[in-house]
């Protein structure tokens, strides 16, 4: 980036993907690492209570590895929003008038249960 110029405004490749094509990190190969990566398996060896040797091992989902490579696959096909919604109001006349209309009803008088625990 330029001056706040980035490098496709400039009609450029990005030097980062350069460098990534240049090391065989094509879109092909990514591709395929997302894929192996988002069906990703683990095996889970079962053990005897007590014992160090494995009676037998299944193999398993990876879940937490299929699930942070879904993400990067979602972020790189740009599902998620690339925009934010920025809601600006103020409360403060609403706040205002509701804090009022508390303080009208409830200045000067105990919660019921502590006004009941005085008068006995």
Do not use: C
Not at 1 to 16: T, Y
Not at 37 to 46: N, Q, R, T
Request: aromatic share 6%.
């Amino acid at each position: 980036m330029v001056a706040g110029i980035s490098a496709k405004e400039l009609n450029q490749p990005d030097p980062l993907d350069v460098a990534l094509e240049q090391e065989g990190a094509t879109a092909e190969f990514t591709a395929k690492k997302f894929k192996k990566l988002a069906d990703a398996k683990m095996i889970k060896p079962f053990l005897p209570k007590g014992e160090t040797v494995v009676v037998y091992s299944k193999v398993l989902e990876d879940n937490t590895t299929q699930l942070k490579a879904t993400i990067e696959i979602a972020k790189v096909r740009n599902w998620y929003p690339k925009t934010t919604v920025e809601l600006h109001h103020s409360l403060t006349e609403e706040t205002e008038r509701w804090m009022a209309e508390i303080d009208g009803r409830t200045r000067g008088k105990l919660p019921a249960k502590l006004a009941d625990e005085e008068e006995g």
